[in-house]
């Protein structure tokens, strides 16, 4: 088995290598290069320097997208976290029923974003004139709860599913030397049950944390970034500036944008990895 | 096994010769979503009589650019493609061949219709649409009224004040159909209602485009613009969610009486009976507006691809020349596609079949002057989104009208220089 695998190793890896140099790996090379140049399709391009990337720092509307985007990261990640590991905790106890609640809990996940932003933004919607509160494209408070709103029920099933294996992968003789020992619930919580899922908690932490960042589907169907580009988060930000403007130098400069934003996920998540890495304990 | 492979080889390259050796084709990316089936249609025709092979392919709504974009860097790059205006062709101008000369541009009925760079003819005009407000006069004339008596702004806004107040006992919503600010319909405001005040300030300074508006007339467009929130079938604070379609079935189902658009909306509002529909000016309260006709123009204008075969150049310009003479190609553009085409191959037989077109040939008939289309100078996209939040801010009562003006008027001036 062994000798065959290194045998033909190639067969299994080529294709899968192939598709990330051609669907990642070169695009993103051909960004980077684009993000110095001026454009309006790839083949005719004109060098420009560093100035794509000066008129990124120049432009308040990304600044402004990035507040907005880092505080409803900050938000989604705490919220979707806290809320999925707990309903994990709830549906790992054999209370019946448990496998349907994980079905429904899970569910709306395998609607696609755009599909959901239009969902919810008819329902908030109605809710706002039923209150008498300005609609989600008139009111950036609105809209970012709106977002908040959606993007906790979209996404706690799927952290709560990885919490849920991480937590009947705790053994279950640390459990009983913990009852043993006489620690009562919330010490077994915490001393026993959370460092042994840190790997999840690692796992679910990045993931919402990334996808927060880079959210895009969902920002353009609810809100648009309305009102006037104050719901306005990076990925769409950067869409905006690709196509809303007229002139070639736009399309560089959405391009330099990207490859900023590029570098702040990276940076962001490295980050976060290396925090909650250090609290991982091996078993 | 061998044979086989070597069967399948030979049909490869049997393909890639006969690839290589085809002759002239044509590739047009079709811009109107609602005439897809008719191009493919038309273009099937031309293949059967000629042998050059015609692929339509049609962008999605609203994706045209994205698409053209990334087609246009294809082996097979689109022959046909079209841009918007002036601020459109500032993208494209490498890649639109120069026409002059060719038959497209000696049958323009006017020369107006050719998208011109310097000498250049970079651009034809193919289809001319008119919009107003359409208004329902059956509902109208139960109401006491008659649409041409309706020929200024107050007379108008008289007319909406009364209709809305004895809205119950007419059986309607509001006089005015909802003003959707959702993507579905906002344009109908951001850009083709604001065309009004960019209109008459070309107009008083003799200009057809500017790098800064001043903004003269935008009391006039609030007061259009109060007209449509204030006497219309929903508050206006719900305009935020409002779509295209609301304003379509409340206008259909006789729940409003006036509804701002144009003769491309004749298919959605055709059940309702060409004897009960008539189009009327937009007028925003400026002197001497009675002789104001409908808002006129074009934003459809064809190019061919300058980075094309030459080959596939010519073919591309004999299927149109094709379409715009032949028997075939012009019953389709005029008839099927309900277009009012600018050659003047389209006389007689050929004019359009649609009745909010004879409303708009009416009034140039009874001496009125058009209103022409001058939002394809609008600086960008961008703007109008800008122009659009402020409306909807307005509208809603979380924004003032001083928040319209500066959209409009120094995002002008910071959107066209932001474009240099």
Redesign the interface.
């Not at chain 2, 600086?379 to 961008?382: D, F, G, K, Q, V």
């Given at each position: 088995m062994e000798k065959s695998i290194k045998k033909y190793w190639p067969i299994f890896l080529l294709p899968t290598f192939a598709a990330f140099a051609i669907g990642f790996i070169w695009p993103f090379l051909w960004g980077i290069y684009l993000s110095f140049h001026k454009f309006i399709t790839v083949s005719k391009t004109t060098f420009v320097g560093l100035n794509n990337y000066v008129k990124v720092f120049q432009d308040a509307t990304f600044v402004s997208a990035f507040w907005f985007t880092a505080s409803f990261t900050i938000v989604s990640t705490v919220l979707i976290n806290l809320i999925a590991f707990m309903i994990a905790l709830a549906l790992t106890r054999g209370i019946r029923g448990t496998n349907i609640f994980r079905t429904v809990f899970f569910l709306p996940n395998l609607i696609g974003g755009i599909v959901l932003g239009y969902i919810w933004q008819i329902l908030l919607n109605g809710i706002l004139t039923h209150l008498g509160l300005p609609l989600l494209a008139l009111d950036a408070r609105n809209g970012f709860w709106g977002l908040i709103i959606l993007m906790c029920w979209q996404q706690i099933g799927y952290m709560m599913i990885i919490y849920i294996a991480g937590l009947q992968n705790v053994p279950s003789d640390l459990l009983e030397a913990a009852s043993i020992d006489g620690a009562n619930s919330t010490q077994t919580l915490l001393q026993v049950k959370l460092p042994m899922v840190m790997p999840s908690i690692t796992i679910c932490t990045f993931l919402t944390l990334t996808n927060s960042f880079k959210l895009f589907d969902q920002n353009l169907s609810l809100t648009n970034g309305e009102p006037a580009k104050a719901s306005q988060m990076l990925a769409l930000n950067i869409y905006d500036t690709f196509y809303a403007r007229s002139g070639a130098q736009w399309k560089g400069i959405g391009q330099a944008k990207a490859v900023v934003f590029f570098l702040l996920v990276v940076g962001i998540s490295l980050v976060q990895l290396y925090f909650t890495r250090r609290k991982e304990v091996q078993q | 096994m061998k044979k086989i492979v070597a069967l399948v080889l030979a049909a490869v390259l049997c393909l890639a010769l006969a690839t290589a050796c085809a002759d002239a084709s044509v590739y047009y990316l079709n811009f109107k979503p609602e005439q897809d089936a008719q191009w493919q249609e038309l273009a099937k025709v031309y293949t059967e009589k000629t042998g050059v092979p015609v692929t339509v392919v049609t962008a999605a709504s609203g994706t045209y650019?994205?698409t053209l974009?990334s087609e246009?860097?294809k082996s097979e790059p689109p022959t046909l493609f079209q841009v918007n205006g002036p601020?459109?062709l500032?993208?494209?101008t490498?890649y639109c061949y120069d026409l002059a000369g060719t038959e497209l541009v000696k049958h323009l009925t006017s020369d107006a219709f050719a998208l011109k760079s310097g000498e250049e003819v970079k651009g034809v005009a193919y289809v001319i649409e008119t919009y107003g407000i359409i208004a329902n006069t059956k509902l109208l004339e139960k109401a006491g009224y008659k649409a041409e008596d309706l020929n200024t702004f107050d007379k108008l806004a008289a007319a909406a004040a009364d209709i809305q107040a004895r809205k119950a006992e007419l059986g309607i919503d509001g006089a005015f159909t909802s003003a959707g600010?959702d993507?579905s319909s906002d344009w109908r405001f951001k850009t083709h209602l604001a065309n009004m005040p960019i209109y008459y300030e070309y107009q008083a300074d003799g200009i057809g485009t500017t790098k800064a508006i001043k903004g003269t007339y935008l009391d006039n467009y609030k007061k259009i613009w109060d007209l449509y929130i204030n006497y219309a079938t929903c508050e206006p604070?719900?305009l935020?969610?409002k779509t295209g379609n609301d304003a379509v079935a409340e206008f259909v189902g006789e729940k409003g009486v006036f509804y701002q658009n144009g003769t491309w909306a004749w298919n959605d509002i055709k059940a309702l009976g060409a004897e009960n529909l008539t189009m009327l000016p937009i007028y925003i309260g400026v002197e001497g507006e009675e002789n104001q006709g409908l808002c006129t123009g074009t934003e459809n204008y064809w190019c061919v691809n300058a980075i094309a075969d030459q080959e596939d150049i010519d073919a591309t310009i004999a299927f149109l020349e094709w379409v715009i003479t032949s028997e075939e190609g012009r019953k389709c553009m005029s008839q099927d596609m309900g277009f009012v085409v600018p050659f003047d191959t389209f006389t007689g037989e050929y004019a359009s079949a649609n009745p909010l077109v004879a409303v708009d040939a009416a009034y140039t008939a009874a001496g009125k002057t058009p209103v022409s289309w001058n939002f394809p100078t609008m600086?960008?996209?961008?703007w109008k989104?800008?122009v659009g939040?402020?409306l909807?801010?307005y509208a809603?009562g979380?924004?003032d009208w001083a928040g319209v003006v500066t959209?409009f008027v120094d995002g002008w001036a910071a959107?066209a220089a932001?474009?240099?």
């Open positions: - | 650019e994205t974009m246009i860097e601020v459109g500032a993208n494209w490498d600010m993507s604070a719900l935020a969610s600086p960008s996209e961008n989104n800008m939040s402020a909807t801010a809603a979380t924004g959209a959107e932001l474009a240099e």
